[in-house]
């Protein structure tokens, strides 16, 4: 049960939505927040936050629970655990599950499955088309009367545009957004890495940077057309970013875009080893990506981060790196990469940073979430930004350890997730 009532006092709070970046108090009583300031109401329990900032729920809204077919990986009670362990209070799953999240009856099950067994907010994410096959546009207007807040058929981008195009039209009458992994299929083949030295080097099939712009760019037309809300999942190539930005600057308010850790912080140079753990889809790419992404982040082109966090078994992940699975695990540690590849550097200042990880994701999946003014849902991240640390993937409390961080050295840490006026997670 929630506790009745929680005072943080000390901290510095951070709330983009209402452009706060102050000193200050909250009261958390009834699920809710009921005071934000200097006075220090009265509660049954007291949070001190000295030294750290006090900012909305994070959330994720690019996740994979693997719920159902593949819960030898991850399951929505796993995955929901090391969210708030990551300090996140809300995420969003793909729907890229076994059967795939394409109806209502499947979207009905992930929000059960949550009710009973999530650690925090739980938001589905349906398919585009029936069984992610990209042909047949799947039960869109009855998969958001169940509970969708979004459509994707991430992992794969969708080929026909004839397709895209009806999806697009069809979503505007619901204001939803289409989330696109944008990578021609044509063009990546088999591919496994990006096209380059390195891939020339290994000996390896490519998958190159056009094959996501030009996915992207047909896609920006559509959006323009249709007026579709519009979002990219795992921007990774400097002409992506340029793309945005040139639609943009054209007036396009309809359309956003999310970065990772790993496109942030890897590069192909670190598969020269053949560690599949930095096998991921689209691939990593290269320095000059990572500073257009970066600068992407900055001016506003890129709104979002998200982890795109991807588990997969030791077994499937001990593969050649031809045959192993693309993905990357990193909700448990999103927030000091976060740090590392974008404070450090003095890519963001705080508020921004934390906006594109509470408010912005909120409006794009068009959620009550992301803010702690007085009335919203108690949910709420404790972050100690000075915190030195060491990632240890054998601690993670998902299922899965494929994590190419393990046993980096890192500075910040979510030190208390609380959810609905509940204490999910706490650091000690």
């Not at 739980?122 to 546009?137: D, H, N, Q, S, Y």
């Not at 080097?201 to 190159?208: I, K």
């Not at 994590?403 to 890192?410: A, I, M």
């Given at each position: 049960m929630p506790n009745s009532s929680i005072l943080i006092t000390g901290g510095t709070i951070i709330d983009?939505?209402?452009?706060?970046?102050?000193?200050?108090?909250?009261?958390?009583?009834?699920?809710?927040?009921?005071?934000?300031?200097?006075?220090?109401?009265?509660?049954?329990?007291?949070?001190?936050?000295?030294?750290?900032?006090?900012?909305?729920?994070?959330?994720?809204?690019?996740?994979?629970?693997?719920?159902?077919?593949?819960?030898?990986?991850?399951?929505i009670e796993t995955g929901t655990?090391?969210?708030?362990?990551?300090?996140f209070t809300s995420v969003a799953c793909m729907p890229n599950t076994h059967p795939p999240i394409d109806n209502e009856a499947s979207v009905e099950f992930i929000l059960r499955q949550a009710h009973q067994?999530?650690?925090?907010?739980?938001?589905?994410?349906?398919?585009?088309?029936?069984?992610?096959?990209?042909?047949?546009?799947?039960?869109?207007?009855?998969?958001i009367r169940a509970g969708a807040v979004a459509f994707s058929d991430d992992g794969d981008g969708i080929a026909d545009s004839s397709v895209a195009y009806r999806a697009m039209q069809y979503i505007t009458m619901f204001e939803k957004t289409i989330i696109e992994h944008c990578e021609d299929p044509a063009l990546i083949g088999k591919g496994c890495i990006n096209s380059?030295?390195?891939?020339?080097?290994?000996?390896?099939?490519?998958?190159?940077?056009?094959?996501?712009?030009?996915?992207?760019?047909?896609?920006?037309?559509?959006?323009?057309?249709?007026?579709?809300?519009?979002?990219?999942?795992?921007i990774s190539t400097a002409g992506s970013v340029n793309l945005i930005r040139q639609f943009r600057n054209k007036g396009l308010q309809n359309i956003t875009a999310e970065a990772t850790p790993h496109h942030l912080l890897l590069t192909d140079e670190h598969c020269k080893n053949f560690d599949s753990n930095f096998k991921v889809a689209p691939p990593l790419r290269t320095k000059k990506d990572i500073a257009a992404l970066k600068?992407?982040?900055?001016?506003?082109?890129?709104?979002?981060?998200?982890?795109?966090?991807?588990?997969?078994?030791?077994?499937?992940?001990?593969?050649?790196?031809?045959?192993?699975?693309?993905?990357?695990?990193?909700?448990?540690?999103?927030l000091p990469l976060y740090i590392k590849a974008l404070i450090d550097d003095k890519t963001l200042d705080w508020p921004s940073?934390?906006?594109?990880?509470?408010?912005?994701?909120?409006?794009?999946?068009?959620?009550?979430?992301?803010?702690?003014?007085?009335?919203?849902?108690?949910?709420?991240?404790?972050?100690?930004?000075?915190?030195?640390?060491?990632?240890?993937?054998?601690?993670?409390?998902?299922?899965?350890?494929?994590?190419?961080?393990?046993?980096?050295?890192?500075?910040?840490?979510?030190?208390?997730?609380?959810?609905?006026?509940?204490?999910?997670?706490?650091?000690?």
């Open positions: 983009p939505a209402n452009n706060i970046f102050a000193p200050g108090n909250i009261l958390i009583d009834d699920a809710k927040i009921q005071y934000l300031g200097f006075d220090k109401p009265s509660a049954s329990q007291t949070i001190t936050a000295e030294n750290c900032y006090v900012v909305p729920g994070l959330i994720d809204m690019h996740v994979h629970l693997r719920e159902p077919g593949h819960e030898e990986e991850e399951t655990k090391s969210a708030v362990a990551g300090g067994f999530g650690h925090c907010n739980v938001f589905p994410i349906g398919a585009i088309t029936k069984e992610r096959a990209g042909k047949e546009l799947a039960e869109m207007g009855n998969m380059g030295a390195v891939a020339t080097m290994l000996g390896l099939p490519s998958r190159p940077a056009i094959a996501e712009q030009i996915m992207l760019y047909r896609d920006l037309i559509l959006a323009e057309t249709t007026g579709c809300k519009y979002h990219v999942a795992h600068a992407g982040l900055a001016d506003g082109t890129i709104d979002c981060l998200a982890t795109d966090h991807a588990p997969h078994s030791r077994e499937e992940k001990e593969l050649e790196f031809l045959y192993a699975p693309f993905g990357i695990i990193s909700l448990e540690v999103a940073f934390i906006a594109k990880m509470t408010i912005n994701p909120a409006r794009v999946l068009g959620i009550d979430k992301g803010t702690l003014s007085v009335g919203a849902d108690a949910d709420v991240t404790i972050i100690d930004p000075n915190m030195e640390w060491t990632i240890d993937a054998e601690k993670f409390y998902s299922k899965s350890r494929n994590c190419p961080y393990d046993g980096w050295k890192v500075r910040g840490r979510a030190v208390t997730t609380i959810v609905a006026g509940e204490i999910k997670y706490q650091n000690g």
